[in-house]
Antibody, heavy 124, light 107 residues
Framework: VQLLDSGGGLVQPGGSLRLSCAASGFTFSNFALSWVRQAPGKGLEWVSAISNSGGSTYYADSVKGRFTISRDNSKNTLYLQMNSLRAEDTAVFYC??????????????????WGQGTMVTVSS | EIVMTQSPATLSVSPGERATLSCRASQSVTSNLAWYQQKPGQAPRLLIFDASTRATGIPARFSGSGSGTEFTLTISSLQSEDFAVYYCQQYNNWPRTFGQGTKLEIK
């Protein structure tokens, strides 16, 4: 079971970046996925989540209207499109595997698998 | 939004001793509470889920307790590899929220 984050880099304030998270070793389409970030020297901040089908999405207030989460279940890949980036968005971004969905219901789960993280630096 | 508050911010303990970390939620999260360990330069690792269930491969010296709004992570006999930062997180409501972390350092 593995998540592999990619797509980070240096971007100017106001710019855009798209992160990707490739999954393997589990049934991707049965699980919700989240993005969690960590600014340098700071704690963990949940950013966004998407349900197994992509039909429901959730955002932290700090990124609402600027970030868009999506997924492609045919490619086992999660995405985070980040627009209007600010200096305060500088952080390591992790994808994480969460809630489980099946025909009998939706099960709330902790983040049991994490990507290795990808660094996003917003600076001029 | 549910606010998670951890205490203390820093805990100094000698190897072999017991460490007790606390986490309080601003409203009930039932038992949907997890604890993570993070070491420098690494991704967080899940230790405890459902407030008291150890994740796969986590040693028995780690235990969790509590429900509702008050939770505790106990490490019964600290090993050198346990000195790290620990976070609690609720997954009962959106947005998912983390505590600010407790740094466990060697005394």
């Amino acid at each position: 079971v593995q998540l592999l984050d990619s797509g980070g880099g240096l971007v100017q304030p106001g710019g855009s970046l798209r992160l990707s998270c490739a999954a393997s070793g589990f049934t991707f389409s049965n699980f919700a996925l989240s993005w969690v970030r960590q600014a340098p020297g700071k704690g963990l901040e949940w950013v966004s989540a998407i349900s197994n089908s992509g039909g429901s999405t959730y955002y932290a207030d700090s990124v609402k209207g600027r970030f868009t989460i999506s997924r492609d279940n045919s490619k086992n890949t999660l995405y985070l499109q980040m627009n209007s980036l600010r200096a305060e968005d500088t952080a390591v971004f992790y994808c994480a595997k969460g809630d489980y969905y099946e025909s009998s219901g939706h099960y709330l789960l902790a983040f049991d698998v994490w990507g290795q993280g990808t660094m996003v630096t917003v600076s001029s | 939004e549910i606010v998670m508050t951890q205490s203390p911010a820093t805990l100094s303990v000698s190897p072999g001793e017991r460490a007790t970390l606390s986490c309080r939620a601003s409203q009930s999260v039932t038992s949907n509470l997890a604890w993570y360990q993070q070491k420098p330069g690494q991704a967080p690792r899940l230790l405890i889920f459902d407030a008291s269930t150890r994740a796969t491969g986590i040693p028995a010296r780690f235990s969790g307790s509590g429900s509702g709004t008050e939770f505790t992570l106990t490490i019964s006999s600290l090993q050198s590899e346990d000195f790290a930062v620990y976070y609690c997180q609720q997954y009962n409501n959106w947005p998912r929220t983390f505590g600010q972390g407790t740094k466990l350092e060697i005394k």
